[in-house]
């Protein structure tokens, strides 16, 4: 039995009631009195000089306020910040000068509606003169390719090898070599709620207030930074509920626009996206990766070293997106004891939308890509895919593990998870009904994965991608406050996009004080009042803010007991708390209850113990665990500090007609330390794995041989709906963490992280006995189809005459 | 993603739907489930300036069968028709389509007439309309008219349906006897517009040879294809695998195909031969079970 009261119980969360009866208070549902609307004249060129704006026929239209360009906001503003220095890469909400993909925001038409403006931005005509572009991110690399940024120079944004152990020797020392090649395709996270924002300009207070769907570390300062305003200028409320977003909800370049233009107007503004405008230009797409992988093992499958390049087409504006090459560097051996690596990271610009964080921030293309060469080794071998992954696994008494990078892994006993998972699927019998559906003819296929999630994040990518930047503080907060009657109430510092952040506050805050979370209010602070904290980005929410509440709540005991101690006339050490109040272990009738030792706090001073603060609250900024630490010049770093391990057994058949994959069984084993709450964790790994079934199977940002976007709408972008995801069995696990307060990991990316590598396991897995291999995410019917019958023509050519 | 002014009319009546409509003088649409039409005015990809709804219309609602024909009022929910026993009993292959079209929510509103009124070349109930040769009724304020389906699609989206008529019915055949159908597509997830979609319909004679047969190719084409020539190779023949597949490829060999970002051309063709197949094979099971 667990030692908690309410952490790992499973209970409601606090927030599903309001979602579920239509109680959310989403940006679009802020409405201000004589808002007006944005929208927005999109490039339709990947490569253009901007020539003449004519605006004249759009501002005539009655309801239109205003009708800007790029030239006045680069007057106007600061270029947006990007994660690496990069000279002549200047960024802009509007394009300056030039267009740079399809999609690009050129004009904002500010009107009185949305279908004003929508008019009004049709009767804008800009002048374009078409310019070579490049789609293609190896072509983009070729000399004399067309230049994204002209003056930058180049259009490679980052290259880096890094070598940490002795590469050489170890594959001079394995018996065998194998190269791999993958391609992860362009595809998102894509929340039913788009981007959206609104500003206002309080002319009495000189304050610029902003409503805004994110989840992006340091939001008011980049505003700040680009609108040359003082931080405490902005104030961001937090209050919003953000309907979806794991990574995409950045919204730098539309909060800029929209904080400009009601400063501008002196007016509150909105910009909510359309589908269409979200799609094509919202800076919403994730990497777009080509792996390289070579790993040198034994012929008993003892992997020893592995070589990888990771080749990301980030698009046209760097953002953040080139450091999710960065992060994969604190898990770039998954679980495996790999002794040496060398990790080749090249960050490409090309003529499409920008590139933007996306759950798991670089890591699941690269577990699919370890994941798949890991499959390769077994079948160059002839072992057991599973065999050789228990070959390779860093055992549980090994931990803390440093892996070559510099990273210590927490803790982890990842064969006793496998265990559980193939049992739970019954392995043996899976595999019968996979030889039974193929002696019938059908091709079948069982996947794995077995991969890592780093969580509780840091930024130490910042500093080892960027020299310029030494940022190692990663800090969330947490204020308790216990008000005059006793009720307690916890603020945070961050918006909340999902992840049930006031559940989780609550059960760790009512756990620590003994009270029922129920009972516990948790409120958003705006930016103006919130403590220091970096959003809930990074898989890190339950350790970071987790952490600093309980910090807050552990504050809070030590001063109830402080007075009762006075009041008792008892030392400390003999006094307990328990629910509130505070016994004497010498004599269990000698205690003071909550409500008194409440109204001593708050309205009797002369009982206080002297030089204390009046009142009952507490306030925690915690760093992140194993944090505050620089890179090394070769570039070993501490980067998150816990890690969860999650391991997939799949099934799938292929239609052979059709190339199209169905799914019939899925089991997930998970550990990611003590669970909060099992509701929570069991939904992120639900939502996880059809996420990346997903990525897998469906999604793809797909641009044309013209530099168009033809996934630009739901029509073309796929997403798995309910028919498409199988049942799914989670196979609980815990491994407690030692770094946090409760023994909890990260789980806001469980499921995404190892499924695709399990579908692409699985369908290889399948089209095996026909000697066939798709590396190519994702694995569209038509691509399986193809290579289905590019084989039946190869063999009809061999059996023929 | 907001529509283009436009005005609104809500008709009562066929007549005064028609009489909207020679009003507009070629300005107006039609709208029924708005499934389809508010899409494209959203994405203004659609901008009439007045909208006649006959969603209301009593007239136009309605399954009847009369005699070999089964009538269905162009204003018919696609959702009436997946529930309708009439519908399963004498059209199999029609109740085998329909649940194929979007999801429930979207059959709940959308009408027959409105699907075959718009004419996707991938869209399932006018290949149904096409495959099994069913007669549109039509109605202008010039008076009444009539039409078969399979002259009805000129290309994608585009009809012999004047700017100023309204369909009103769409009359189905009943065949009867030992009759099978079967109906097979290919969409990337459950409720999507098909990449390849095949409709057959067979008759069997009292030896199990085939007496007649219908195929139609939906998906692969600029229209909705019916394919005669490889329904002829059928009959007065044993419905076997060697057959069906000459069928099926004389079938594929019919269609013009085009690429896009969810397959090449030759995919759509390869599937048009492998679903035409399946809906002839399931055809040929079904009729041969009837005594
Ligand atoms: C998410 C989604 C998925 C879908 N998937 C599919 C699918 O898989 N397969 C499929 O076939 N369809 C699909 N549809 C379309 C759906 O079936 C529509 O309901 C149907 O195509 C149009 O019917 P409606 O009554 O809604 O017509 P409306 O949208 O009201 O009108 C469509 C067109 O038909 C015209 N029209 C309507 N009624 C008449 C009439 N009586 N006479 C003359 N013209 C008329 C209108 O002027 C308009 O041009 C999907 C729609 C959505 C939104």
């Known amino acids: ?801 | 993603m907001k529509a283009a002014e436009f005005a609104y009319a809500r008709a009562l009546s066929v007549a005064d739907a028609v009489a909207l409509l020679a009003a507009a003088a070629g300005e107006a649409k039609l709208i029924a489930g708005g499934q389809t039409l508010v899409p494209l005015m959203a994405m203004r990809l659609a901008r009439p300036a007045l909208l006649v709804d006959i969603d209301g219309i009593a007239e136009l609602n309605g399954i009847a069968m009369v005699g070999d024909t089964l009538r269905i009022g162009a204003g018919t929910r696609q959702a009436e028709i997946e529930r309708s026993g009439l519908v399963g009993r004498e059209v199999r292959l029609l109740a085998l389509a329909i649940g194929h079209v979007g999801h429930g929510q979207i059959r709940n509103r959308g009408t027959i007439g409105g699907s075959i009124a718009h004419g996707d070349p991938a869209a399932e109930l006018p290949l149904v309309a096409v495959t099994l040769g069913a007669t549109l009724l039509t109605e202008t304020s010039a008076g009444a008219g009539e039409i078969s389906a399979r002259d009805f699609y000129l290309g994608p989206m585009t009809t012999t349906l004047p700017a100023d008529a309204l369909i009103t019915r769409i009359d189905l055949p009943i065949w009867r006897g030992r009759v099978g159908a079967g109906f097979h597509e290919m969409s990337p997830r459950r409720g999507d517009f098909a990449l390849a979609a095949a409709a057959a319909q067979v008759e069997l004679d009292g030896r199990g040879r085939c007496r007649r047969a219908v195929i139609g190719v939906g998906g692969a084409a600029p229209t909705p294809i019916a394919c005669a020539d490889a329904a002829r190779l059928l009959e007065g023949r044993t419905l076997d695998d060697t057959l069906i597949a000459a069928a099926a490829s004389a079938a594929a060999a019919l269609t013009e195909p085009a690429s896009d970002s969810h397959g090449s051309a030759e995919y759509r063709r390869r599937l048009t031969a492998v679903l035409v197949a399946r809906a002839l094979k399931d055809a040929a099971t079904m009729a041969r079970a009837v005594p």
């Not at chain 1, 994204?148 to 070599?177: C, E, I, M, Q």
């Not at chain 1, 994730?286 to 070589?307: E, N």
């Open chain 1, 1 to 801: 039995m667990s030692e908690y009261r309410y952490v790992g119980r499973k209970r409601r969360t606090k927030e599903d009631r309001r979602f579920i009866t239509g109680l959310g208070r989403y940006v679009a549902d802020v409405t201000l009195p004589g808002m007006s609307h944005v929208a927005l004249v999109l490039s339709p060129h990947p490569a253009a000089r901007i020539g003449a704006i004519d605006t004249a026929a759009a501002l005539a239209l009655p309801g239109v306020q205003a009708v800007v360009t790029g030239a006045e906001i680069a007057r106007h503003t600061n270029p947006i910040l990007h994660g690496l220095a990069l000279p002549g890469v200047r960024w802009y909400p509007l394009a300056v000068g030039q267009v740079r993909y399809v999609g690009e925001w050129v004009v904002a038409v500010v009107a009185a509606s949305r279908h004003i403006a929508e008019d009004a931005a049709e009767l804008v005509r800009v002048d374009y003169e078409p310019m070579a572009w490049v789609g293609d991110p190896e072509a983009a690399l070729a000399p004399g390719a067309p230049l994204v940024h002209p003056d930058h120079g180049s259009n490679l944004f980052y290259r880096r090898t890094f070598v940490w152990g002795d590469v050489a020797g170890d594959f001079a020392k394995a018996h065998h070599r194998l190269a791999s090649k993958v391609y992860w395709g362009r595809s998102a996270t894509v929340p039913i709620e788009t981007f959206g924002v609104v500003a206002n300009w309080n002319r009495g207070n000189d304050l610029l207030d902003v409503w805004a769907s994110i989840q992006m570390p340091k939001y008011p300062d980049q505003m700040a930074h680009c609108l040359r305003l003082p931080l405490n200028a902005i104030r961001v409320h937090y209050d919003v509920d953000v309907g979806g977003s794991y990574g995409v909800k950045r919204g730098i370049k539309h909060s800029v626009l929209v904080g400009y233009l009601a400063r501008k107007l002196l007016m509150p503004v909105r910009l909510i996206e359309d589908r269409l405008e979200n799609m094509v230009g919202g800076d919403m797409h994730g990497p777009d990766r080509r792996f390289d992988v070579t790993l040198a093992f034994d012929a008993d499958g003892l992997i020893r070293s592995m070589k990888m390049r990771a080749l990301d087409d980030i698009g046209c504006y760097p953002g953040r997106s080139p450091l999710q090459l960065a992060k994969p560097v604190g898990a770039i051996v998954g679980p495996y004891r790999i002794q040496s690596v060398e990790y080749e990271a090249v960050a490409v610009a090309t003529n499409k939308t920008s590139q933007v964080a996306v759950r798991g921030f670089g890591q699941a293309p690269t577990n699919y890509a370890i994941e798949t060469a890991i499959d390769r080794v077994a079948a160059h071998l002839g072992m057991d895919r599973l065999a050789v992954r228990r070959r390779n696994f860093i055992q549980s008494h090994e931990f803390p593990y440093r892996i070559p990078s510099g990273t210590d892994y927490d803790s982890g006993d990842y064969d006793a998870v496998l265990t559980k998972t193939v049992a739970r699927a019954k392995l043996e019998a899976l595999i019968a009904r996979r030889d039974a559906l193929r002696a019938e003819g059908r091709l079948a296929g069982i996947g794995f994965a077995t991969c890592l999630e780093p969580s509780g994040g840091n930024g130490a990518f910042e500093p080892l991608f960027n020299p310029a930047n030494d940022t190692t503080t990663w800090m969330e907060s947490c204020q308790v406050k216990v008000d005059a009657l006793g009720g307690v109430t916890a603020t945070i510092a961050t918006s909340t996009a999902g992840q049930g952040h006031q559940t989780l506050v609550a059960t760790v805050t009512g756990e620590e004080l003994g009270f029922d979370p129920d009972c516990i209010r948790v409120v958003h602070a705006d930016s103006l009042q919130a403590l220091p904290g970096n959003s809930p980005v990074a898989s890190r929410m339950a350790i970071m803010l987790g952490g600093a509440a309980a910090g807050a709540a552990r504050q809070i005991k030590e001063r109830v007991l402080a007075i009762a101690a006075h009041n008792l006339q008892r030392p400390v050490d003999r006094l307990v708390y328990r629910e509130g109040a505070v016994f004497d272990l010498d004599n269990e009738l000698r205690t003071l209850n909550w409500a008194e030792l409440v109204r001593i706090a708050h309205r009797k001073y002369h009982q206080m113990p002297p030089g204390m603060e009046p009142g009952l609250q507490a306030s925690y900024v915690w760093e992140v665990p194993k944090g505050g630490t620089m890179p090394t010049a070769d570039g070993r770093v501490q980067m998150y500090p816990c890690y969860s391990f999650e391991c997939h057994i799949a099934l799938v058949e292929i239609d052979r007609g059709t190339g199209q994959v169905a799914i019939r069984d899925w089991f997930m084993g998970h550990d990611c330390g003590t669970v909060i709450n099992p509701d929570i964790v069991h939904g992120m790994s639900y939502g996880g794995i059809a996420h990346g079934i997903g990525a897998a199977l469906y999604e793809e940002f797909a641009y044309d041989e013209n530099g168009q976007l033809v996934a630009g709408s739901f029509v073309d972008y796929l997403l798995p709906s309910v028919h498409e995801i199988p049942e799914i069995a989670l196979v609980d696990h815990c491994t407690p963490s030692p770094l946090t307060p409760m023994g909890q990991k990260g789980s806001g990316e469980s499921g995404y992280l190892g499924a695709p590598a399990a579908v692409a396991s699985a369908v290889n897995d399948a089209l095996s006995p026909l000697g066939i291999t798709i590396d190519r995410l994702p694995m569209h019917p038509s691509r399986i189809e193809q290579a289905l019958a590019d084989k039946r023509a190869d063999m009809g050519e061999r059996e023929g005459p």
